[in-house]
């Protein structure tokens, strides 16, 4: 799937998470810091929100190339690297916030990984884990919708990744040498009313993503229109967030 399809993806989930992040970023002092990364930066979303808040440019990284050229030419104002933690770690960088957005949750093995993020965090700096999501506490109503979250949940597990990321957060972060304030960053209530046709490109592109039949995406459009129709859509969905401290 092409970067620009992602993009369009994580601006939506940006949108939905806006009021959680602008607190986070005060919380944590974006503006005033001067060395900001972003890693696991995808189509460069995020980035350029904290590069708007902390007036210089952020470094964006993503292990994928593809990414990382696509956000480079959205957002130019930001510095790039194609790359993971071990390449910064190895070039000895560091810096005054890290953040992450929807990044443990894909990492096959999350603690050696928050171990290395460690490594980066300049003297009284801080890691910012913005969102991570837990789709075990996933709430799709009415019933007959309630096997959406099957679908994320095997995905993100053929990919290697942890659908419950959310949950661990709090032990992996001490674990891996942090103090760390946890919280849930929203629960979020995801309003369909205006957005219908986003939400339906956002399933085709789960479609394309997970791999489920056409007959599967007709039936989720369906189910969701009737129960637009009727008002009774509601998605709960815990994604959590932490601010940091080696
Ligand atoms: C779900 S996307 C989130 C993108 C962006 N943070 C956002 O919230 O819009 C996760 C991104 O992290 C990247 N990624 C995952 N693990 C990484 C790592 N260890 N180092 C760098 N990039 C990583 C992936 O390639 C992918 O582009």
């Given at each position: 799937m092409d970067a620009g399809r992602y993009h369009e993806h994580y601006l939506l989930q940006a949108g939905w998470l806006a009021p959680a992040r602008h607190f986070l970023f005060r919380k944590a002092g974006l503006a005033r810091r001067r060395r900001v990364l972003d890693l696991g930066?995808?189509?460069g979303v995020i980035a350029e929100e904290m590069r708007q808040v902390c007036g210089r440019p952020v470094m964006a990284v993503d292990r994928d190339r593809e990414m990382a050229a696509f956000a480079r030419a959205r957002y130019p104002g930001n510095d790039y690297l194609a790359g993971d933690e071990r390449l910064l770690v190895s070039k000895g960088m560091r810096f005054d916030l890290v953040v992450i957005s929807?990044?443990?949750?894909?990492?096959?093995?999350p603690l050696p990984f928050l171990k290395r993020v460690r490594k980066l965090i300049a003297e009284n700096g801080a890691l910012l884990v913005l969102a991570e999501p837990d789709y075990g506490g996933r709430i799709d109503h009415p019933?007959?919708?309630?096997?959406?979250k099957e679908i994320y949940i095997s995905h993100i597990r053929r990919e290697g990744?942890?659908?419950?990321?959310g949950r661990r957060l709090p032990a992996l972060l001490q674990r891996a040498g942090f103090q760390a304030d946890v919280e849930l960053a929203s629960c979020l209530d995801i309003p369909h009313g205006s957005a219908a046709a986003a939400w339906e490109r956002e399933w085709r592109f789960w479609q394309e993503l997970a791999g489920f039949s056409d007959a599967t995406l007709a039936r989720i459009l369906r189910l969701e229109k009737r129960a637009l129709a009727r008002q009774e859509r509601l998605v709960l969905f815990p994604v959590f967030c932490a601010l940091a401290r080696p």
């Open positions: 930066c995808g189509s929807f990044v443990l949750l894909w990492q096959q093995r019933a007959g919708l309630d096997f959406l990744g942890d659908p419950f990321i």
